[in-house]
């Protein structure tokens, strides 16, 4: 094992990288203390304040370019009306609110549907399935909230979905069952984030097909309904090549090449961990050559 002293080193931070859900936090501790801060996962638009983010860089769009794309792919299929669903964490309405405003002012009748948020389980609401898996009574809670909201869509009647849930909101649950209360499918326009058509067919269709019938010995009867038949994945990009992810890691490639340039010798394992320890050579200093 490394000596004592080694092992407690603990170099000077040069960039922080990535934040999730908390980047907001993340970016302010990183701009207060002049670090860069790179991230490829978050799309708020509080984090283009350069006032309070002045080191953040996303690689990412923001929600509101995701809101003008939606909002065009709308207005150019002809659409007059849409249903904007929502789950109820995290604000939803203020978070979006700008889609909605956004659709109204381009000819579209836009209103929420609010689902509360509820554990996955493959099933429709109050069915075998999902009382085997988290009761009875919650299962009946749930059916009755959901059928009230598919009485509320249909009697809206809009043919253009727009699906803004978040993951707490068991998503994939609810859009099965609006498509098996016959509101996806023929007549029916889905849209939503490009990256949840994955999600479906790698980790919810097996859930659907294996998991419930080894947990059940049944199949859900989601096994015969395709929800993501018609669904539209919309994101906001510089062109038509760009991805959050490539973005962001194609940044790190460009880094890693030059890393000369951009990296002082300690960051590329050329100096002694001890040479950086609390009671060592102070980094920091003017005369370091590391300011």
């Known amino acids: 094992p490394a000596p004592a002293d080694e092992r407690l080193s603990i170099p000077p931070a ?30 708020t638009n509080l984090l283009s304040n350069k006032k309070e983010y002045p080191t953040y860089v996303r690689t990412k769009p ?8 939606l909002t065009a792919v709308a207005t150019k299929l002809g659409y007059t009306k849409a249903s904007v669903l929502v789950c109820d964490v995290r604000d939803p309405v203020s978070s979006y609110g ?23 389980t493959a099933w429709p609401a109050g069915s075998y ?33 727009i699906e803004a849930m978040e993951r707490e ?17 023929g007549g029916y326009v889905w ?20 998991l419930s019938q080894s947990l059940y010995g049944a199949f ?18 510089v062109d038509q090549s760009s991805n959050e992810y490539t973005e962001f890691w194609e940044l790190m490639k460009f880094v890693g090449e030059n890393q000369d340039q951009f990296f002082p010798d300690w960051l590329q394992g050329r100096v002694s961990p001890s040479e950086f320890t609390a009671t060592g050579r102070d980094w920091a200093s003017p005369d370091s050559g590391n300011t």
């Open 14 to 43: 040069r960039v922080a990288l990535g934040g999730y859900k908390f980047s907001t936090g993340i970016g302010l501790v990183a701009s207060s203390l002049g670090l860069p801060n790179m991230g490829f996962k978050e799309s």
């Open 191 to 210: 849209m939503g984030w490009p990256w949840n058509y994955p999600v479906y067919t790698i980790e919810y269709v097996f859930a659907i097909t294996l």
């Open 62 to 69: 923001t929600m509101k370019a995701t809101f003008t794309a």
């Open 98 to 120: 700008p889609l909605v405003d956004l659709l109204v002012a381009s000819g579209v009748d836009a209103r929420f549907t609010m689902f509360e948020a509820t554990e996955y």
């Open 169 to 185: 909101c068991a998503m994939l649950d609810i859009m099965h069952y609006l498509a098996y209360n016959g509101l996806a499918g």
């Open 220 to 237: 859900s009867p989601y096994v015969h309904n395709i929800c993501f038949d018609g669904y539209i994945g919309v994101g906001a990009a």
């Open 129 to 161: 399935g999902d009382v085997r898996m988290i009761g009875e009574e919650r299962a009946r809670a749930k059916k009755e909230l959901w059928d009230n909201n598919i009485r509320s869509l249909k009697s809206f009647n809009a043919h253009m979905m």
